[in-house]
T-cell receptor
Framework: KQEVTQIPAALSVPEGENLVLNCSFTDSAIYNLQWFRQDPGKGLTSLLLIQSSQREQTSGRLNASLDKSSGRSTLYIAASQPGDSATYLCAAKSRTSGTYKYIFGTGTRLKVLA | GAVVSQHPSRVICKSGTSVKIECRSLDFQATTMFWYRQFPKQSLMLMAT?????????EQGVEKDKFLINHASLTLSTLTVTSAHPEDSSFYIC???????????FGQGTRLTVV
């Protein structure tokens, strides 16, 4: 059974810092891994999608890496801004009992201080 | 990009009543839809997976008679919370994917409060 965990659970940093969010998954047989942002009381905004054959994806100040063999993905945020404050979720897509499922991590609550 | 619309965004209902949440794919045909529940400060927990025209597959611990899922068309899935109780109060989010695409697209969620 796939389990996804994220470390740290919460993070508070001053504006301008570069930071790394970690995501670990127990079953390396994933099809892709996706990073999302969730603002309080809101739905999900997709940030980056990494296919199982890829090592990393970049979008603006965000860079996500994937190491299937070690069961890890990281989300790197460069030059953090107060607007980056949100909860960041990773989700691993894998096949279970013939069905593709997205299993979400526990989330990292990020607060960037001005 | 693919858009998933969820309605309503917020709903308050009385204990014992039923409430329906709609999830629509606006610009693609959703062959598979997923329903998630999220309690405060917790992650999203998958409730069920539904393929168009088939019965939904529920995750362990999710009561299929309480959370009725219908995916009768390629653009619409509904989740009905029957005989709602205060402990059903939660944030419900749907997602959808279409055949051949690996990415899931998410609705904006529905905040359900049962009083």
């Amino acid at each position: 059974k796939q389990e996804v965990t994220q470390i740290p659970a919460a993070l508070s940093v001053p504006e301008g810092e570069n930071l790394v969010l970690n995501c670990s998954f127990t079953d390396s047989a994933i099809y892709n891994l996706q990073w999302f942002r969730q603002d309080p009381g809101k739905g999900l905004t997709s940030l980056l999608l990494i296919q199982s054959s890829q090592r990393e994806q970049t979008s603006g100040r965000l860079n996500a890496s994937l190491d299937k063999s070690s069961g890890r993905s990281t989300l790197y945020i460069a030059a953090s801004q107060p607007g980056d404050s949100a909860t960041y979720l990773c989700a691993a897509k894998s096949r279970t009992s013939g069905t593709y499922k997205y299993i979400f991590g526990t989330g990292t609550r990020l607060k960037v201080l001005a | 990009g693919a858009v998933v619309s969820q309605h309503p965004s917020r709903v308050i209902c009385k204990s014992g009543t039923s409430v329906k949440i709609e999830c629509r794919s606006l610009d693609f045909q959703a062959t598979t839809m997923f329903w998630y529940r999220q309690f405060p400060k917790q992650s999203l927990m998958l409730m069920a997976t539904s393929n168009e025209g088939s019965k939904a597959t529920y995750e362990q611990g999710v009561e299929k008679d309480k959370f009725l899922i219908n995916h009768a068309s390629l653009t619409l899935s509904t989740l009905t919370v029957t005989s709602a109780h205060p402990e059903d109060s939660s944030f419900y989010i749907c997602s959808a994917r279409f055949w051949g695409n690996t990415e899931a697209f998410f609705g904006q969620g529905t905040r359900l409060t049962v009083v």
